[in-house]
Structures are given as structure tokens and as C-alpha cells.
């Protein structure tokens, strides 16, 4: 039981930082922390620390408005009361198909600290899964 709420947590984390992203690709795409989209969770976190160019803000928005279909459906699916384990492993395969797509617009500079944010943010992810996130002392 304690593992599907944790599941839950991580799909919960990822769908929410989606439709954020999504939300301000259409306004503003993600900037370095603190910046407009930047420093807050999920997807948006591999960009940490990360000055974007405007062309590289267009492309980030561009690429995040390809996946926005494919994100909103699994979010649905688990809102309706799908398998949240399975829509957490769909939501992993789906970054895994868009994180490369915006490591390649990056400078080598900005891939190195995107490498690492993503890192991170998997080993976060890992930590949740295994019970050691927030709240679970």
C-alpha cells in the first residue's frame, strides 16, 4: 500500500509540473531559477541554474507543447482512476523521449548542468519510491 501511495506521489509531482510547464508554454518558457517557469519542480528543474537564449526559450516551449497532448492523457488516465504505478511509468518514458530533445538545443555548458539537475532529479525520484521522501519519517 505504501508503495502505490508513493507511486502516486511521483506520478501526482510529474503531471502537476506538466501542466505547469504547459501552462507557461504558451506564455513564457522556463528560464534559469527564480525566473519566470524556472526553480519550481518537475520537468522545470532540469533547467535550474540555466540561461537560456530566446531562440533556446522557443525551442523548450516547442518541444513541451509536442508532449502536452500525451501528458494531459495520462493525466486524465489517473484522474479517472487509472493505474497510477502504470501512468508513473508512462510519464517516465514520455521525459525519457523529451529530455534528450531539449538536452540537444543546450550549449555544451548547459548540458553538463542539465546532466546534473537530471541526475538529481532522479535520484529524488528514487528516494520517493523507495520511502524516503517527504513525510514519510
Known amino acids: 500500500?505504501?508503495?502505490?501511495?508513493?507511486?502516486?506521489?511521483?506520478?501526482?509531482?510529474?503531471?502537476?509540473?506538466?501542466?505547469?510547464?504547459g501552462a507557461q508554454a504558451g506564455t513564457q518558457a522556463p528560464t534559469q531559477q527564480?525566473?519566470?517557469?524556472?526553480?519550481?519542480?518537475?520537468?522545470?528543474?532540469?533547467?535550474?541554474?540555466?540561461?537560456?537564449?530566446?531562440?533556446?526559450?522557443?525551442?523548450?516551449?516547442?518541444?513541451q507543447a509536442k508532449y502536452q497532448p500525451e501528458t494531459q492523457a495520462i493525466r486524465?488516465?489517473?484522474?479517472?482512476?487509472?493505474?497510477?504505478?502504470?501512468?508513473?511509468k508512462k510519464m517516465q518514458a514520455l521525459n525519457d523521449k523529451r529530455n534528450p530533445e531539449i538536452r540537444a538545443i543546450l550549449t555544451p555548458e548547459?548540458?553538463?548542468?542539465?546532466d546534473k539537475n537530471l541526475a538529481e532529479?532522479?535520484?529524488?525520484?528514487?528516494?520517493?519510491?523507495?520511502?524516503g521522501g517527504p513525510g514519510n519519517r
Do not use: C, Y
Open 1 to 21: 500500500m505504501k508503495a502505490i501511495r508513493i507511486a502516486a506521489l511521483g506520478v501526482a509531482l510529474l503531471a502537476g509540473s506538466a501542466a505547469v510547464a
Open 34 to 63: 527564480g525566473g519566470p517557469g524556472g526553480g519550481r519542480g518537475g520537468f522545470n528543474r532540469t533547467l535550474n541554474g540555466i540561461e537560456l537564449t530566446e531562440a533556446q526559450k522557443a525551442k523548450v516551449a516547442e518541444i
Open 76 to 88: 486524465e488516465s489517473m484522474q479517472g482512476g487509472g493505474d497510477r504505478a502504470e501512468a508513473f
Open 110 to 114: 548547459q548540458q553538463a548542468i542539465f
Open 121 to 131: 532529479q532522479k535520484a529524488r525520484m528514487e528516494q520517493m519510491r523507495q520511502g
